[in-house]
């Protein structure tokens, strides 16, 4: 441990770096020019400080005071020498916090005593920080680990789903960064927004519990298979509900209420306005946009333009008028993401060349 010592007197600040030396583990640094010795705290942090109280410069009180103005000596302790032992003195010195006195002229023993005694104390208090540092950090980073585990096992869920379903990654991607968009710009906070982006994913997670026969009917579902699909919502609702992660509670809000209507016309509850949880009537507009839009292997797609027509034809009466206003607010970032997976999708899939176009 360092300790400094600064003493305008040579024979003292030779005595006290003895006493300090014969200290276990102490090492003195020895200023007779208490300026000097400011300029050194300016990028060194002791571990104890001595200063003698009568010096021609500055004298230890300022010192002192000079000290505790910098923010990384705080819990630095400090003992000033002084031959002065008016309590005038010794109040002004504890005011400026000062945490000891030595009396001159100084004793051996009661020097070393006191020495070792504030050496143990800043020894302690400096374990009990780097303790608290490590718990604090250890903390942080099983929270983070506990947050990735849970975003993963949602992932993986999401993937589970679409096994099932012909629905395909890119339109859970794409519809869930609609979604972002619009409760950006509907002004939603950061953390709605980071929720919303990962919940959006699982909104058909249901559709495990939906037979194959029904799930991949390539024609239309009768009336008696349409009513088993729409179970999906329900379904979805009942794997994700009753956690009491942030997350998946707004995972379970979507599954239930992504096919609720604003007019109160969709399912399975037929509820209407604001009777629909916020997420679930944003998630309806993106959903919705993107599975109009998407390019998949058995149907063509609307082109951007016809499905923006389609959310306005149907602002207030399927969808909330505000969250159709505020995709339409962020149109250029939706062509753009639609844009990115498009170019991607037909990367992957080029097309083909038939016999009878080869002249
Ligand atoms: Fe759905
Ligand atoms: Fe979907």
């Known amino acids: 441990m360092n300790v400094l010592i600064v003493d305008d ?7 006290m770096a003895a006493v300090v030396r014969r200290l276990d583990d102490a090492e003195p640094i ?7 010795a400011l300029a ?19 004298d230890g009180i300022t010192l002192l005071q000079r000290v505790r103005q910098n923010k990384s000596l705080d819990a630095v302790p400090v003992i000033i020498v002084t031959a002065d032992t008016s309590v005038d003195t010794r109040i002004r010195a504890l005011d400026e916090g000062c945490n000891d006195f030595l009396t001159k002229p100084i004793i051996i023993p009661e020097v070393q005593a006191r020495l070792r005694n504030l050496l143990a104390l800043r020894q302690s208090r400096a374990l009990l920080r780097d303790r608290a540092a490590l718990l ?12 990735r585990q849970g975003e993963e096992l949602v992932l993986r869920l999401s993937c589970a789903a679409e096994y099932r379903d012909p629905e395909t990654g890119s339109h859970l991607e794409r519809m869930s960064r609609y979604s972002r968009l619009i409760a950006e710009a509907a002004g939603y906070d950061r ?3 980071t929720n919303l982006v990962k919940a959006a994913p699982m909104h058909d997670v249901g559709k495990i519990g939906i037979p194959d026969m029904i799930l991949l009917k390539p024609g239309r579902l009768t009336p008696a298979e349409l009513s088993i699909m729409r179970q999906h919502a329900s379904i979805g609702h009942r794997i994700l509900a009753g956690s009491d992660v942030p997350l998946l509670q707004m995972a379970a809000e979507i599954a239930l209420t992504h096919h609720e209507k604003y007019d109160g016309t969709g399912y399975p509850n037929g509820l209407a306005g604001s009777a629909i949880p916020v997420a679930g009537r944003i998630v309806a507009v993106a959903d919705v946009f993107d599975a109009l839009t998407s390019t998949r292997p058995y149907k063509r797609s609307w082109t951007l333009e016809a499905a923006r027509n389609f959310l306005e034809a149907n602002r207030g009466t399927h969808f909330d008028p505000a969250f159709v206003d505020a995709f339409i607010e962020r149109w250029d970032e939706v062509c753009a993401i639609h844009n990115v997976y498009e170019e991607a999708y037909k990367l992957n899939h080029p097309p083909e060349l038939h016999p009878e176009e080869l002249h």
């Open 30 to 36: 020895t200023f007779s020019n208490p300026i000097e």
């Open 9 to 15: 007197d040579h024979t003292n600040l030779i005595i």
């Open 136 to 147: 604090a950090a250890e903390v942080q980073r099983i929270t983070a680990a506990l947050q």
């Open 191 to 193: 953390e709605f927004c």
């Open 40 to 58: 050194w705290l300016d990028s060194n942090e002791p571990d104890l400080i001595l200063l003698d109280q009568m010096m021609p410069d500055m």
